[in-house]
């Protein structure tokens, strides 16, 4: 089967591209160095050429509010158009848990997102993920002021980049759902007491505190915003084992 990876060259798209070809299939890594754009069209209707499956892993270049709306908006657009005219059996796309429970840019780009990917008529599978165990870092960096990071007592249930690409995969060889999977890691506690605690392990100096007025990316963040509210699937690896790899601290 012939599987097109928008973003094949980052974080998930790079691993979910490695397992599809250990699985045999004909999988091309699409991204801008590799010569395909969604936003400018280039590369895009000769890499759908004979694919049955796409999966959305790209992301924007940019988190700011307007760029990264404008990203997400224009990229589905041009994707859907040329999935449409190359016959594109099945649309996958990787977002994330509560983007409709709280309120900042990115959320709401990835909202426009889904919206296009549920009107565009192709079969399709939402994935909505946790965030990713290796993105705590960026969260720090952007919750901190100096030597203080200060973060919402919010449930957070963060899954690592392997076991997020496994379920990609999984979804993308299954029929489509029409609708939404969620997929979370394995332990859930407080956003707070998770990056403190990582922050800790990797020997950040920086001082977690625990701030219930505090913004995730710009949102307010409840008790479940970030968390699954129904059924989900966990992945296995589990925070101290992540910690433990080479690499967790980059
Ligand atoms: N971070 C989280 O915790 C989290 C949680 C849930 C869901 N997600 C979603 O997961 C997805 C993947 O995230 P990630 O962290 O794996 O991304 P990433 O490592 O930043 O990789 C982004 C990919 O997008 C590609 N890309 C950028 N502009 C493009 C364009 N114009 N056309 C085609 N490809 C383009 C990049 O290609 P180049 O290498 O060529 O630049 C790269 O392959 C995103 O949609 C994100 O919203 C993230």
Redesign the pocket.
Same mark, same amino acid.
């Given at each position: 089967m012939k599987i097109v990876v *928008?973003?094949?060259?980052?974080? *998930?798209?790079s691993k979910t591209v490695t397992i599809l070809r250990r699985g045999g299939h004909e999988v091309v890594a699409?991204?801008? %160095?590799t010569g395909? %754009?969604? *936003?400018t069209g280039e590369g895009l209707n000769e890499a759908m050429a004979g694919a049955q499956v796409v999966i959305d892993?790209? %992301?924007s270049?940019s988190f700011e509010d307007k760029a990264v709306l404008d990203f997400f908006e224009t990229?589905g657009r041009n994707l859907l158009a040329a999935e449409a005219a190359a016959g594109v059996r099945h649309h996958v796309a990787?977002? *994330?848990v509560g983007i409709d429970r709280s309120d900042n840019g990115y959320f709401r780009a990835?909202v426009a997102q889904e919206k296009l990917i549920k009107a565009s008529g192709i079969p399709y599978t939402v994935i909505r993920?946790t965030?990713?165990l290796e993105?705590l870092r960026g969260i720090a960096d952007s919750a901190a002021d100096g030597k203080v990071v200060r973060l919402p007592p919010g449930l957070f249930q963060p899954i690592a980049a392997d076991d997020v690409a496994g379920f990609v995969a999984d979804v993308a060889l299954a029929a489509p759902r029409n609708g939404i999977v969620e997929i979370a890691g394995p332990e859930r506690a407080p956003f707070n007491e998770i990056v403190a605690r990582y922050l800790k392990a990797v020997g950040d100096p920086r001082q977690v505190v625990r701030d219930p007025g505090a913004r995730y990316w710009g949102g307010r963040v409840e008790e479940r915003s970030l968390v699954p509210l129904g059924e989900a699937r966990l992945g296995r690896i589990g925070f101290d084992e992540w910690l433990r790899r080479p690499r967790a601290g980059a």
């Open positions: *928008i973003g094949g060259t980052g974080l *998930i798209g699409a991204s801008p %160095n395909v %754009n969604t *936003i892993l790209a %992301n270049p990229s990787l977002s *994330i990835k993920s965030q990713f993105f």
